[in-house]
């Protein structure tokens, strides 16, 4: 599976609005020291900015590939909006795996 990284993107549905309201999320933090293509690499509690105006963190990652002490986010990972809605990591870096 391909690794997140600074810029990867998700998509979810955000249940902190009158109604289900489906949004985008871009990865804006990453480890500090682990960088996949030029751009820190997205770990476990990562922050990403959401469409709905919410911000999202990393919550699921590879138990086998670790960056800082906590695993990488991948392609396929899930993460959780402040609005309470789950995402899916959907892109991430062409180049680097992780399983």
């Given at each position: 599976?391909?690794?997140?990284?600074?810029?990867?993107?998700?998509?979810g549905?955000?249940?902190?609005?009158?109604?289900?309201?489906?949004?985008?999320?871009?990865?804006?933090?990453?480890?500090?020291?682990?960088?996949?293509?030029?751009?820190?690499?997205?770990?476990?509690?990562?922050?990403?900015?959401?469409?709905?105006?919410?911000?999202?963190?990393?919550t699921?990652?590879?138990?086998?590939?670790?960056?800082?002490?906590?695993?990488?986010?991948?392609?396929?990972d899930?993460?959780?909006?402040?609005?309470?809605?789950?995402?899916t990591?959907?892109?991430?870096?062409?180049?680097?795996?992780?399983?």
């Open positions: 599976m391909n690794v997140g990284n600074v810029g990867s993107g998700g998509t549905v955000c249940y902190g609005h009158v109604g289900p309201t489906p949004y985008n999320t871009t990865l804006i933090t990453g480890a500090d020291t682990v960088n996949a293509e030029g751009l820190p690499i997205a770990n476990l509690t990562a922050i990403g900015i959401c469409s709905c105006g919410h911000i999202s963190m990393v699921t990652n590879s138990t086998d590939v670790i960056a800082e002490g906590t695993g990488v986010h991948r392609v396929g899930s993460g959780q909006s402040s609005g309470t809605g789950a995402y990591l959907i892109s991430g870096t062409t180049t680097v795996n992780a399983d």
